[in-house]
């Protein structure tokens, strides 16, 4: 079984400073992705970055960088220069095989972007 | 392009009424899911499809909980006998499939299904 923990209910953040949103996982598979997704208060969840297990790299979109260390199974999700529309709850989440497969999501962070 | 639509947005029914919630995929897009959210959770798998084909329906919670895609492209999701636990917020995703790149799934507004 996989699961997924993010341990900050809430976050506070400056705007154009930069946010680091907690994520650890738990999974016996060998191959895994790793994905988080913004939900503003609107409801609709928003695709922000991927990381497939076998990446060596850490993804990057705009400001959105993953920072992937996979011996500690950590993938935190940095955002860089907050905005204050950046305000919203986050999700990690994760998938078996590094794949689109169904996704196992963590409880959230709801973060604050203060002008 | 259009995103992934879904009907109603809001939905109360009362404790034993039977309900369908529905969604539109992108269009193209070979996978659907289901998912449930509860107020301040985060969303939990019900059932996928790949086409028409359901291939796991193992996150449904009962047999109360009926999902269809007959066609391969819009699928709904029927409860039987609403109960008060069933209130939740029901998202849909789809994906161009499971094993094509982009991985990630595009999720609609979701039906806040209210069970009074």
């Known amino acids: 079984a996989q699961k997924i923990t993010q341990t900050q209910p809430g976050m506070f953040v400056q705007e154009k400073e930069a946010v680091t949103l907690d994520c650890t996982y738990d999974?016996?598979?060998?191959?895994?992705?790793l994905f988080w997704y913004k939900q503003p208060s609107s409801g609709e969840m928003i695709f922000l970055i991927y990381?497939?297990?076998?990446?060596?790299q850490n993804a990057t979109e705009g400001r959105y960088s993953l920072n992937f260390q996979k011996a500690r199974k950590s993938a935190n999700l940095v955002i860089s220069a907050s905005q204050l529309g950046d305000s919203a709850m986050y999700f990690c989440?994760?998938?078996?095989?590094?794949?689109?497969?169904?996704?196992?999501f963590g409880e959230g962070t709801q973060l604050t972007v203060n002008p | 392009g259009a995103g992934v639509s879904q009907s109603p947005r809001y939905k109360v029914a009362k404790r034993g009424q039977d309900v369908a919630l529905r969604c539109d995929p992108i269009?193209?897009?070979?996978?659907l899911f289901w998912y449930q959210q509860a107020l301040g959770q985060g969303p939990e798998f019900l059932t996928y499809?790949?086409?028409?084909?359901?291939?796991?329906k193992s996150g449904l919670p009962s047999d109360r909980f009926f999902a269809e895609r007959p066609e391969g492209s819009v699928s709904t999701l029927k409860i039987q006998r609403t109960q008060q636990e069933d209130s939740a917020v029901y998202l849909c995703?789809?994906?161009?499939?499971?094993?094509?790149?982009?991985?990630?799934?595009?999720f609609g507004p979701g039906t806040r299904l209210t069970v009074t």
């Open positions: 989440a994760m998938s078996r095989e590094t794949s689109g497969s169904r996704l196992t």
């Open positions: 990381q497939g297990s076998y990446d060596e």
């Open positions: 499809f790949q086409n028409e084909a359901q291939l796991d």
């Open positions: 269009s193209g897009h070979v996978s």
């Open positions: 999974t016996s598979d060998q191959s895994y992705g």
């Open positions: 995703a789809s994906s161009l499939s499971l094993w094509s790149v982009p991985y990630e799934q595009y």
